[in-house]
């Protein structure tokens, strides 16, 4: 082990997912700060579920990341136990680190599986983290807020860009759309890095796979009443010509989810179609060599900057 990380641990935190549909209301409350969702919420949110098979995968991806992130690790001579948390269901990131503080750990070097950052997404990852250890006084947390810029996750994302092209046929133009999860519009204001992170991850993409024609969207906004980011995923097909091909890049996004699996695999698609739009997607990222590389390489440099 190197010297220096015997008392450390790696937390990778994601969403969190109902692994069968009787825990989809108690999902929805825990997201909804405990408030109740009507009969019409739960129900759209099961039939979303059914389309997809029933569930998600995410809790089986990240869980298969954080084990391929640790393998990596070791490979490099580096061995720090890699835990994983879900912000919205089991494991909760306090029952992670419940099972961390039994490690003995005085060092948390913690990363949540979105590359960019704003106050109202990562932010609420470091909310409940820091709840989580406030009775633990010797306890250091080391949180990375952002790596969208990390040069081998820029690397994982144009490999999957490449290769989602190819699936077209080789005639005609091909549209390079990516998307993210749209956040509050007031964020803006309140000087979010969110949405200029964004940005600069579709240009830096596009420049490393040769993109000159691309555009961004924004997916999956939430039903409230205030005005969300957009465009919305929606207004930009709307605008698109009839028999183009649209190649949808999820650039926010590292597993398969209800917002890949269903926002643009189902949703998205059957829109598309509507209007005689070839649309393809990348491949999520997930488990690939490219990206578990990337996150060994973000922690790794983490763990040895001490």
């Given at each position: 082990?190197?010297?220096?990380?015997d008392?450390?641990?790696?937390?990778?935190?994601?969403?969190?997912?109902?692994t069968?549909?009787?825990?989809?209301?108690?999902?929805?409350?825990?997201?909804?700060?405990?408030?109740?969702?009507?009969?019409?919420?739960?129900?759209?949110?099961?039939?979303?579920?059914?389309?997809?098979?029933?569930?998600?995968?995410?809790?089986?991806?990240?869980?298969?990341?954080?084990?391929e992130?640790?393998?990596?690790?070791?490979?490099n001579?580096?061995?720090v136990?890699?835990?994983?948390?879900?912000?919205?269901?089991?494991?909760?990131?306090?029952?992670?680190?419940?099972?961390?503080?039994?490690?003995?750990?005085?060092?948390?070097?913690?990363?949540?599986?979105?590359?960019?950052?704003?106050?109202?997404?990562?932010?609420?990852?470091?909310?409940?983290?820091?709840?989580?250890?406030?009775?633990?006084?010797?306890?250091?947390?080391?949180?990375?807020?952002?790596?969208?810029?990390?040069?081998?996750?820029?690397?994982?994302?144009?490999?999957?860009?490449?290769?989602?092209?190819?699936?077209?046929?080789?005639?005609?133009?091909?549209?390079?759309?990516?998307?993210a999860h749209?956040?509050?519009e007031?964020?803006?204001?309140?000087?979010?890095?969110?949405?200029?992170?964004?940005l600069?991850?579709?240009?830096?993409?596009?420049?490393?796979?040769?993109?000159?024609?691309?555009?961004?969207?924004?997916?999956?906004?939430?039903?409230?009443?205030?005005?969300?980011?957009?465009?919305?995923?929606?207004?930009?097909?709307?605008?698109?010509?009839?028999?183009?091909?649209?190649?949808?890049?999820?650039?926010?996004?590292?597993?398969?989810?209800?917002?890949?699996?269903?926002?643009?695999?189902?949703?998205?698609?059957?829109?598309?179609?509507?209007?005689?739009?070839?649309?393809?997607?990348?491949?999520?990222?997930?488990?690939?060599?490219?990206?578990?590389?990337?996150?060994?390489?973000?922690v790794?440099?983490r763990?040895?900057?001490?």
């Amino acid at each position: 082990m190197r010297s220096g990380l015997d008392d450390t641990a790696i937390l990778l935190m994601a969403y969190g997912t109902p692994t069968e549909e009787s825990e989809i209301e108690p999902y929805l409350i825990d997201i909804r700060r405990g408030r109740k969702p009507s009969a019409d919420q739960i129900e759209d949110l099961k039939r979303r579920y059914r389309e997809i098979g029933g569930r998600s995968p995410l809790l089986e991806v990240t869980k298969a990341q954080a084990f391929e992130l640790q393998r990596r690790l070791q490979a490099n001579e580096i061995k720090v136990p890699v835990y994983y948390g879900m912000k919205h269901w089991h494991p909760y990131i306090s029952e992670t680190v419940r099972e961390i503080l039994k490690l003995g750990a005085h060092r948390i070097v913690s990363l949540v599986l979105a590359p960019h950052y704003s106050r109202l997404s990562v932010g609420g990852y470091r909310v409940l983290l820091e709840t989580a250890l406030a009775s633990s006084r010797d306890i250091k947390i080391d949180f990375v807020e952002s790596w969208y810029d990390n040069p081998l996750f820029q690397a994982a994302m144009t490999e999957k860009v490449i290769n989602g092209l190819k699936g077209f046929p080789q005639s005609g133009e091909i549209s390079v759309l990516f998307t993210a999860h749209s956040l509050p519009e007031r964020i803006i204001a309140e000087g979010d890095p969110y949405s200029s992170q964004l940005l600069e991850s579709c240009r830096t993409i596009a420049k490393l796979a040769c993109i000159e024609r691309w555009s961004f969207a924004y997916q999956s906004a939430g039903r409230t009443g205030e005005k969300w980011l957009g465009p919305d995923i929606r207004e930009v097909l709307e605008g698109t010509a009839s028999n183009s091909k649209v190649l949808v890049v999820p650039i926010g996004f590292v597993a398969d989810h209800l917002e890949i699996l269903y926002d643009i695999d189902v949703e998205a698609q059957a829109f598309a179609k509507s209007r005689d739009i070839l649309l393809h997607r990348t491949e999520s990222l997930n488990t690939s060599r490219s990206f578990i590389a990337a996150l060994a390489d973000i922690v790794s440099n983490r763990l040895l900057a001490q």
